[in-house]
C-alpha cells in the first residue's frame, strides 16, 4: 500500500487562528478548535497526541470538551502573543509528527466505499452524536464501526489501520480488500 507523510505538505501556523483550523483539520472537523483545545493542545504534548490518537467518537467528543487546564506559570492571560504565535508556528510539524502516516487517497476511497457497504458500519452513539453535532464534525466521519467503535474515516485514513472483518467471499483479506492481518 503506498502511504504519504503529512510531515511535508504542512505550512506554518502564522497565527492561533490558523491552529485551530489546523487542528480541526488533523481532527476530521469541519469547525475551528476552540482556541482553548489549540492553546492546550500547543503546550500539552500529551494532551495533543491523545487528540491525534483518538478514533473513538465518544472519546475525541470527551477530550474536546475538557482540555486540560494549563499549568499556573502558563496561564492564558499571562501567555504573551509573541510566545503563542512561536508555539503555534511550530504545531504543524509537531502535531502532524504526532499523527499517523495517511493512506493515500486510492486506498482511503475504497476502505470508505467497503465501510459504507458493510452492516458494522453504523451511526456514531447518540450520546457521542449529541456532542460531535455541536463541534462540527463531517457527516461522513458520523459513521462507526460498531466492531471497534472507532469512526469509519478517520480510521480508513489511518495507513496502519486494518478492518477488524473479513471478506465473506475470500477468508484471506478483510473486507477492505486488504491481507488479514
Ligand atoms: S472497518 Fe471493516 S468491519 Fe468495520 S465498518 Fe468498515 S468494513 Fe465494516
Redesign the pocket.
Known amino acids: 500500500m503506498r502511504t504519504k507523510r503529512i510531515d511535508n505538505t504542512l505550512q506554518e501556523y502564522q497565527s492561533l487562528e490558523e491552529a485551530c483550523v489546523g487542528l480541526a483539520k488533523l481532527l476530521g472537523l469541519d469547525a475551528p478548535v476552540p482556541q482553548q483545545v489549540a492553546i492546550a493542545a500547543l503546550y500539552n504534548p500529551g494532551y495533543a497526541r491523545n487528540l491525534l490518537k483518538s478514533r473513538c467518537p465518544i472519546k475525541l467528543a470527551r477530550l474536546l470538551k475538557n482540555p486540560p487546564s494549563l499549568p499556573e506559570s502558563l496561564n492564558t492571560t499571562e501567555i504573551g502573543s509573541k510566545e503563542l504565535l512561536k508555539e503555534a508556528s511550530l504545531a504543524a510539524l509537531r502535531w502532524a509528527r504526532i499523527r499517523f502516516t495517511q493512506a493515500d487517497q486510492e486506498t482511503y476511497n475504497r ?1 470508505l466505499r ?2 459504507q457497504e ?1 452492516e ?2 453504523v451511526d456514531a452513539p447518540a450520546k457521542a452524536l449529541y456532542t460531535i453535532a455541536a463541534l462540527g464534525l463531517e457527516d461522513s466521519a458520523k459513521k462507526v ?1 460498531k ?2 467503535g472507532c469512526f ?1 474515516a478517520r ?1 480508513a485514513l489511518a495507513a496502519s489501520e486494518s ?3 473479513l471478506d465473506p467471499f475470500n477468508s484471506n483479506l ?3 480488500g486488504e491481507p488479514r492481518t
Open positions: 476502505r467497503a465501510c458493510c458494522n458500519c464501526c466492531l471497534c469509519v480510521k478492518c477488524p472483518a478483510t473486507r477492505w
